[in-house]
Structure formats: C-alpha cells, structure tokens
C-alpha cells in the first residue's frame, strides 16, 4: 500500500469511481464536453436547414478544396537546412524552420504552399515573442508536425513524431551544421542540453561555450540550430512519408518519474519533457 497515493486509497475503499465529484476539475471538463456536444448538435441543425448549394456553387468549392490539399511531399533535409540558415535573419528560428519546408513545398507544388502566411511564424522568435519558454526550433518542426498530420484521428503520430524532434533536441551534441556561407565565420560549441526551453537550452549553451545570450556567437548557434531542425523534421517526415517512421522513446530515468507521478498513479505532472533542469534531486527523493 503506498500511503502517498491518494488514488490507490481512494480504490482501496471502493470510491474510485466518486473521484470525478471529489476533485472539481473531473466534472468542470465533463460539463465542458456536455456544452461543446450541445453546440455541435445546433450547428448542425443550422447546417441542415440551409438551401442547397447551386452547381456553380459546388464547382467553385471543389476547387478551393482541391488547392487545400496541404498533403506532404518528400523534401532533401540538406537543401532545407541550407534555406534555414539563409533565411534565418527575415524572422528567427521559428520562422526559418517552418519557412524552409513551405518555401521548398511552394516551389515544388504550388498553391496552397504559396500562399502560407509564414510570417505568422515571426512570433516563436526567442522562446515565443522572447519569453524564453519553448525554443523556436522545436515550435517550428511541431507546427509543420501539426499542419501534415492535423486529422482528429493523428493525435498519436502526431506525438509520436513530436516525441522524435523533442528527444533529439534533449539529447543530441548541437549544433554540428556547417553553412555555405557562414555569417559567423567562428567554430560554434556543440553542446547537448537537455531542455526543449528556450531559457534552459540557450542557457546550457552559453556555458558551456562561454558567451553571453546576447553574443553574435549564440546568434550564431541559433540560426545553425535552426538549420539543423530543419534537416531533422524533414528527416521525420520523409520517413514518416515512406512508412519507416523512427520512434524514440523517452529515457528511463524520466520514465520512472512519469510512472510514479503521471496520469495513472500521483497524478500531480503533465508532459513528458526532461525533468532533470528543474528537478536534480541531490540523493535522496523527497
Ligand atoms: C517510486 C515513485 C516515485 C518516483 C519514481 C519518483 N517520484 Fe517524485 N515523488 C514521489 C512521492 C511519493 C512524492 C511525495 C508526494 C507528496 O508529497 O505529495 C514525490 C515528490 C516529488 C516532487 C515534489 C517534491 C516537493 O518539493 O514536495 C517532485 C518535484 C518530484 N517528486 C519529482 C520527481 C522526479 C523528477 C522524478 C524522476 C527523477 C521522480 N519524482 C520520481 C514518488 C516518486
Ligand atoms: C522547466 C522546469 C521544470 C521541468 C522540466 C519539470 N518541472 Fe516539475 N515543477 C516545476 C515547477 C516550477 C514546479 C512548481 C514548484 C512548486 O510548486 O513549488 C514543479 C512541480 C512539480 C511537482 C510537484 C507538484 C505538486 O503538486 O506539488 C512534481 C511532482 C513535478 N514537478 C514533477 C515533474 C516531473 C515528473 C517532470 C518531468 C517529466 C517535471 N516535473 C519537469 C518545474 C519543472
């Protein structure tokens, strides 16, 4: 019997089915999901009484559907990662890496690449809008992740390919890319840093090639890591695309954390990010 365990009490008495009425925040989201249900059976009467469409009308949607057709096409991770770094100044980390494969899908296919806002990527830029928290790179290859494989079906590849960028992130010595053209022309650190933060990892990175966060040097860093997120989510979705996807898994350490503190024992952490930054126990655990 663990005695920490308010959940394994809770079944021990036989009430484990009463948990949703005794913590608040199981019935607020069930009425949340009784709401959204309510509104998707009113839309669907409004939908129901409308007039039909005239032909006309269906040619010209067809249409729009047609050129919507966001579907993925096997791109070369080097041209990418070049393009990256090339257009890294116009917009950050962010930007450049989901940039890279829109820019080299809109010259491949056209439409509706082409017309991909991809300055809204601006906003990832240091952390997301310079808060420092979750780092561009990662942000730019997950919102490529997201817009390949958005079906409500895709929730678990799309983990599954996020898990594969986040972990190469944690664990991989970065970066190691060498441009064509380097605007710094200096030898950069390589250095893993075991965060997916923007704060953590830049500051990890600073240390251990000992320069400030406002140097040319961690610019420097950055744009290279850009080009080398950029290699990494194209080297994810190609495989992906020829169905030889590479699953990492989690390490075992924070494995461990997650069985006891995740969804099916304490119940007190979300995520699946390296705890280790935040949470280095010296000996003992509390
Ligand atoms: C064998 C189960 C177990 C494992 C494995 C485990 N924990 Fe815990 N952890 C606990 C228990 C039990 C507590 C105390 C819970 C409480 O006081 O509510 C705790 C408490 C904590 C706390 C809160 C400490 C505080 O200040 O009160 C943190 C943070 C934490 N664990 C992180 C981790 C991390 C990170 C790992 C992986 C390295 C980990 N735990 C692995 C069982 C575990
Ligand atoms: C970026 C830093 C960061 C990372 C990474 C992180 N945590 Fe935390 N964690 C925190 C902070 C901050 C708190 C809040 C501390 C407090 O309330 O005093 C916290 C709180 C907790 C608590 C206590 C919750 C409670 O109810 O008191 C647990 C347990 C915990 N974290 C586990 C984990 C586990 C497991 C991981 C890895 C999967 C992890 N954390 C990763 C920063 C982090």
């Known amino acids: 019997m663990h005695k920490f365990s308010?959940?394994?009490v809770l079944a021990s008495l036989g009430i484990m089915g009463g948990s949703a009425v005794l913590t608040g925040c199981g019935r607020q989201l069930s009425g949340e999901q009784e709401a959204l249900g309510r509104q998707a059976v009113e839309t669907g009467g409004k939908t129901e009484a409308?007039?039909?469409?005239?032909?006309?009308?269906?040619?010209?949607?067809?249409l729009a559907t047609a050129s919507r057709d966001w579907t993925y096409r096997e791109l070369d991770p080097e041209e990418a990662g070049q393009l990256a770094y090339d257009i890294y100044p116009q917009g950050s980390c962010m930007y450049s890496v989901f940039g890279s494969v829109i820019m080299q899908l809109a010259n491949k296919v056209g439409e509706p690449?082409?017309?991909f806002p991809i300055e809204m990527?601006?906003?990832g830029?240091?952390?997301?809008?310079?808060?420092?928290?979750t780092c561009g790179v990662v942000n730019g290859c997950s919102a490529l992740i997201g817009l390949f494989h958005r079906g409500d079906d895709e929730r678990?590849?799309?983990e599954e390919l996020t898990a594969d960028v986040c972990l190469w992130y944690e664990n991989e010595a970065l970066?190691?890319?060498?441009p064509d053209n380097p605007a710094l022309d200096v030898e950069i650190a390589s250095t893993a840093t075991g965060s997916v933060l923007c704060h953590v990892s830049s500051g990890a990175w600073c240390k251990a090639a000992g320069c400030d966060a406002f140097s040319?040097?961690?610019?420097?860093?950055?744009?290279?890591l850009s080009a080398e997120g950029a290699m990494k989510v194209v080297e994810v979705l190609n495989n992906k695309a020829n169905g030889r996807p590479d699953f990492v898994d989690i390490n075992a350490e924070v494995h461990s954390c997650i069985e006891c503190h995740g969804k099916d024992s304490q119940r007190d952490s979300l995520g699946m990010m390296n705890c280790m930054p935040c949470h280095s126990f010296d000996g003992e655990h509390p």
């Open 156 to 158: 678990k590849i799309r």
């Open 216 to 224: 040319v040097e961690r610019r420097e860093r950055c744009r290279r």
């Open 50 to 62: 409308a007039e039909p469409a005239p032909p006309a009308q269906a040619a010209v949607e067809q």
């Open 125 to 133: 830029a240091v952390g997301i809008g310079g808060w420092g928290s």
């Open 175 to 178: 970066p190691t890319f060498q």
């Open 121 to 123: 990527m601006r906003y």
């Open 6 to 8: 308010r959940r394994h």
């Open 113 to 115: 690449f082409r017309s």
